[in-house]
């Protein structure tokens, strides 16, 4: 067990089986994690960001020492106001690699203080993508086995709603 707390940023829109696959082995090894959903106004996703939370909510709500938060803005300035050092990230095959060295090395540039430690995805949900689960869901596929069963309704009520 890591003392402190640790971020897991991301859009999570919306939050797949592989998110919370991570952030339930993240919470035994830290003391608090904090799932951080960034709010990016140039980027419009699916959900808002207030469903995105909500969602969030419900799929860990098991998990006791996890904070469901929202930051704008660049992410080491998040984590200076959060009191945390520690980025995590989740891998789930080479195709990832190349984005999250990227970003690892330029938050490592501008906060040398911060460090980005890496999970490998449970082979189950390597294949498991928030954009997968988008585009399944708008055509009425089945995502039962890439979401949490809580979350199934609000995602395909989004769906439902905006073919009305
Ligand atoms: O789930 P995603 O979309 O892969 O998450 C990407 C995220 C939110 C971690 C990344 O885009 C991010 O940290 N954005 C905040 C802006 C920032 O700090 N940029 C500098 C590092 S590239």
Redesign the pocket.
């Known amino acids: 067990m890591y003392k402190g707390r640790c971020v897991y940023?991301?859009?999570?829109?919306p939050v797949t089986l592989g998110h919370v696959d991570l952030i339930e082995r993240a919470a035994k090894l830290y003391d608090e994690v904090i799932v951080?959903v960034?709010n990016?106004p140039d980027k419009n996703g699916k959900f808002s960001i207030e469903m995105r939370l909500s969602m969030l909510g419900k799929a860990c709500a098991h998990i006791h020492n996890v904070r469901i938060d929202s930051?704008g803005?660049?992410?080491?300035?998040?984590l200076r106001k959060a009191e945390a050092s520690i980025?995590l990230?989740g891998l789930r095959a080479v195709m990832d690699f190349e984005?999250e060295f990227?970003?690892a090395q330029?938050?490592r540039q501008?906060a040398p203080g911060i460090e980005t430690l890496f999970m490998m995805t449970s082979p189950a949900y390597a294949y498991v993508s928030?954009s997968a689960v988008r585009q399944i869901a708008a055509f009425g596929g089945d995502i039962t086995t890439l979401v949490p069963q809580v979350i199934i309704t609000d995602i395909q009520n989004a769906y439902a709603d905006a073919s009305t």
């Not at 803005?73 to 998040?78: A, Q």
């Open positions: 940023p991301g859009s999570f829109d951080a960034l990016n930051f803005g660049l992410l080491v300035d998040y980025v990230r984005n990227r970003m330029v938050n501008i928030s």
